[in-house]
C-alpha cells in the first residue's frame, strides 16, 4: 500500500514542500500545533525540532490496523499455540547457554530469574530476529495523531522518541521497530527505553539491537523497577466450585487483590494455598479443553507492566518454565553420554 505523508492527503494535515529561510512555517493540524506548543513549553526541545520531525512522518495505515487487533486479544487457545513452538524453546535454551554469565549476573543484581528474561525476549522478538520494519517515527506519529483512542499516550511517547534521538544520537529516520514503535531486541517504548534501559556491558552507550549484555540488563532492570519479587511464583492453576459465583472476581482485572480468605470463600481452590500476604487476581482463560481459572500472583502483575495483556504474561512464564525445563533435560541427556 502506498504510504502517505502524515501531513497531507485527505487527512488534511499541512504540506510537506521543503522549507526555505523566505517561506512560512509550514501549517501543522490543530492537535499537532497544540502538541509542539506543550511540548517546547518543557523547555528541552526547540519548535523547528518538532516541526521538523512531523514535517518528515508518514502515515501508516498498517500501523492503525494493527493497534485495532491486537494478537494479544486473541483467545488463549489460539495466542499460546504461536509461541509454544520448538523454535522458540530450542532457541530459548541456546540464548541462555550463549549468554548464561550475563543472565546470571542480571538476576544476582536484580533479583529476576534467566528464564523469565529469556522468555521475554522469546515471545518479543525471537531471540532478536524479528525487531520491527517500521520507521519508529512513522509509528509513533500515526498513533499519536491518527488513532484518537491512543493519542494522549503516544504522544508522549513522540516526545520521548525525540528527546532519546537527541540524547543517545540516533538518526530519527533511521530507527525501526515495531507497529507500535517498540525497538531492539527487547521492544522497549522509547519512553522505556530512557527510563529503564542501561548499559550494562559499560562500553558507555546504550544498544538494545547488538549488546546481548545491555538487552539482558535492561529486561531485568525494568522488571526489577515494577516490583518483581525474587522469591515468588507467577502463577498458580485454580479449581473454582461455581464459575457464576467468581464471574465479579473475574471482572476485577489483573490486579493482585485477593488473598487466601477470599478466595476460599468464593469456592476457589488454588494449586497450592496462597502464604500470608500473598494476594492474587483470579484469570479465566479459554482453554482448549475448555474454561481454565488461573491466579495471577504479584509477579504476574509485574509481567503485565510489560504488556498489558493477561495472555503476554501467562505466555511468558509457561514459555520460561518450558524453556528452563528442556535446558535441564539436555543437560542430564548431556551428562548421560559421557
Not at 269 to 294: I, K, M, S, T
Request: hydrophobic share 45%; net charge positive.
Amino acid at each position: 500500500m502506498k504510504r502517505r505523508s502524515l501531513l497531507l492527503g485527505s487527512l488534511g494535515w499541512a504540506v510537506t514542500r521543503p522549507l526555505r529561510a523566505v517561506e512560512a512555517p509550514a501549517l501543522l493540524r490543530e492537535d499537532m500545533e497544540r502538541w509542539v506548543a506543550r511540548t517546547v513549553a518543557k523547555g528541552a526541545l526547540s519548535e523547528q525540532t518538532l516541526r521538523d520531525l512531523l514535517l518528515r512522518a508518514t502515515f501508516q495505515p498498517a500501523v492503525v490496523a494493527a493497534v485495532n487487533a491486537p494478537a494479544t486479544a486473541r483467545p488463549w487457545r489460539e495466542f499460546r499455540t504461536g509461541f509454544f513452538t520448538r523454535e522458540r524453546i530450542e532457541g530459548g535454551v541456546r540464548f541462555w547457554n550463549e549468554n548464561q554469565s550475563l543472565l546470571g549476573q542480571a538476576r544476582e543484581r536484580y533479583g529476576v530469574p534467566e528464564e523469565i528474561v529469556v522468555s521475554i525476549l522469546g515471545v518479543e522478538t525471537l531471540y532478536g530476529r524479528n525487531t520491527g520494519g517500521f520507521r519508529v517515527l512513522d509509528a509513533v506519529s500515526t498513533l499519536a495523531f491518527a488513532v484518537p483512542q491512543r493519542a494522549d499516550f503516544f504522544q508522549g511517547e513522540l516526545e520521548a522518541f525525540a528527546l532519546l534521538c537527541g540524547e543517545q544520537r540516533l538518526d530519527p529516520l533511521g530507527v525501526r521497530g515495531s507497529y507500535a514503535g517498540a525497538m531492539g531486541m527487547p521492544q522497549f517504548l522509547p519512553s522505556s527505553v530512557r527510563g529503564y534501559a542501561l548499559d550494562f556491558d559499560g562500553d558507555g552507550r546504550i544498544d538494545l539491537w547488538n549488546s546481548r549484555g545491555d538487552v539482558i540488563g535492561s529486561v531485568a532492570h525494568y522488571l526489577s523497577r515494577f516490583g518483581w519479587r525474587f522469591t515468588g511464583q507467577v502463577a498458580l492453576r485454580a479449581a473454582v466450585e461455581a464459575p457464576a459465583r467468581v464471574e465479579a472476581m473475574v471482572r476485577q482485572g489483573i490486579q493482585p487483590v485477593y488473598g487466601h480468605a477470599q478466595l476460599g470463600e468464593a469456592g476457589v481452590a488454588p494449586e497450592r494455598a496462597l502464604r500470608h500476604g500473598e494476594h492474587a487476581a483470579l484469570l479465566l482463560y479459554e482453554g482448549d479443553g475448555g474454561p481454565e481459572y488461573w491466579l495471577g500472583l504479584e509477579n504476574f502483575w509485574v509481567l503485565t507492566r510489560y504488556n498489558r495483556s493477561q495472555n503476554y504474561a501467562l505466555a511468558v512464564w509457561q514459555l520460561g518454565q518450558a524453556i528452563a525445563q528442556a535446558r535441564a533435560g539436555s543437560a542430564v541427556s548431556g551428562a548421560g553420554r559421557r
